[in-house]
């Protein structure tokens, strides 16, 4: 039975997804949650379906009810714009679509109503850098197929780096609004299954990660992949400002990172045990005067924080010890940043300064898939079993 819902969900979604005449599917987009907002338009609104003028108006709590100046509703509404060119905002800041309000606990929490498209028109000028179409027509399909994903889950994601970044109207630009319309409706699957982990990240460094290492599971088109032109060695990810990068902690700063995990005593070395296919650190040893302690995966870039209190850009580094008046320093000299399983973001912009198209960016990352627009396929149970939410 579930596999038949699934089945039908997948095939409406995409299907109306490809059909310009018919309405397009909405995404619920979580924008903000906090004790007082502002909603707004330049344009005269609704708020459950009574209209205001145009302009910004308080929303506050009472006794468990939504109050906009002296207009009480209740613990859930909907803000409609007056037409689909007319924007609503929240805080000031513009957005596509409509509102739904609701009290979460004590918060009031703002969810963007929005189509498909559109919510990639604030998606993919936040989540891939430059102005590359071929680049950001691949990162549109990536980030399409994830939401898809999310959509079939529960309808809603987060507008945030640990799902996908959104930035509403104020984000959107020419070049990656095209790149959202010329690959419209496109998603990636995999043997007739909708690919149910789109991964990417900012640079791989050269060599992307398998999901397997780095998050525990083998996916078949998630493996490690080299990313350099057979006829240009350099990488594809070169112009990345992260392509390579060097760190240094003083003792004390790296103990104040790792006392929150337990760590105690004096730290006397920091020495990478394992490392996976792609030379990234698998688990990294940490000793000092009262005993050893083992972190791996994600746990690394944590407690390798970098000074400006921002994790370590990857996993993918050596390290060197140095003592200058009797105080230990520690420097990582690494590559790239993010998990680097999947698309390489810059990986994907000097493919396409190299002459590729979008197609082949694809092919290149997520190895094996195929992209459909308006097919009948289903979605197995096995394609829902990877978490959305995953550290980049």
Not at 14 to 23: C, D, K, R, V, W
Not at 294 to 303: E, N, Q, V
Request: charged fraction near 20%; include cysteine.
């Amino acid at each position: 039975m579930k596999k038949a819902l699934l089945f039908f969900l997948s095939f409406f979604f995409i299907t109306n997804l490809a059909a310009p005449q018919s309405p397009p599917p909405t995404i619920q987009v979580i924008l903000y949650e906090g004790r007082s907002i502002r909603i707004g338009s330049g344009a005269p609104f609704t708020i459950g379906g009574k209209t205001f003028p145009s302009g910004d108006l308080p929303v506050d709590l009472e006794n468990g009810m939504l109050r906009v100046e002296n207009e009480m509703f209740g613990a859930k509404t909907i803000v409609e714009p007056s037409s689909p060119l007319a924007y609503l905002t929240v805080n000031g800041k513009p957005y596509r679509g409509r509102f739904l309000l609701s009290i979460i606990g004590n918060l009031i929490r703002v969810v963007n109503d929005v189509g498909i498209e559109e919510y990639l028109y604030g998606v993919i000028p936040k989540e891939m850098p430059g102005a590359d179409l071929e680049a950001l027509k691949a990162q549109a399909v990536a980030s399409r197929t994830l939401a898809v994903n999310a959509m079939l889950r529960s309808r809603e994601i987060r507008a945030t780096v640990s799902q996908q970044v959104y930035g509403g109207v104020e984000a959107e630009k020419a070049i990656t609004n095209q790149a959202v319309d010329d690959t419209r409706g496109m998603v990636l699957t995999f043997r007739g299954h909708l690919v149910a982990s789109p991964l990417f990240s900012s640079t791989c460094g050269g060599r992307t990660e398998s999901n397997r290492d780095v998050f525990g599971k083998a996916v078949p088109y998630l493996v490690s992949v080299l990313d350099t032109d057979t006829v240009v060695e350099d990488p594809y990810c070169t112009p990345s400002p992260y392509f390579h990068w060097t760190v240094t902690w003083t003792s004390e700063q790296l103990m104040d990172n790792l006392q929150p995990y337990g760590v105690h005593g004096k730290l006397l070395d920091l020495i990478p045990m394992e490392t996976d296919a792609a030379d990234h650190v698998k688990m990294l040893l940490v000793r000092t005067t009262e005993g050893d302690w083992r972190f791996r995966g994600f746990a690394i870039r944590k407690i390798l924080m970098r000074p400006d209190r921002r994790l370590l850009y990857s996993t993918w580094f050596t390290l060197t010890k140095t003592v200058d008046n009797g105080q230990w320093s520690f420097t990582a000299d690494g590559r790239g940043e993010g998990h680097s399983v999947g698309l390489c973001q810059w990986g994907a912009i000097g493919m396409a300064r190299r002459g590729k198209d979008y197609r082949d960016i694809l092919a290149h990352y997520y190895q094996g898939t195929s992209l459909e627009v308006g097919n009948q396929f289903s979605f197995g149970a096995k394609d829902l079993e990877m978490p959305t939410i995953l550290p980049k």
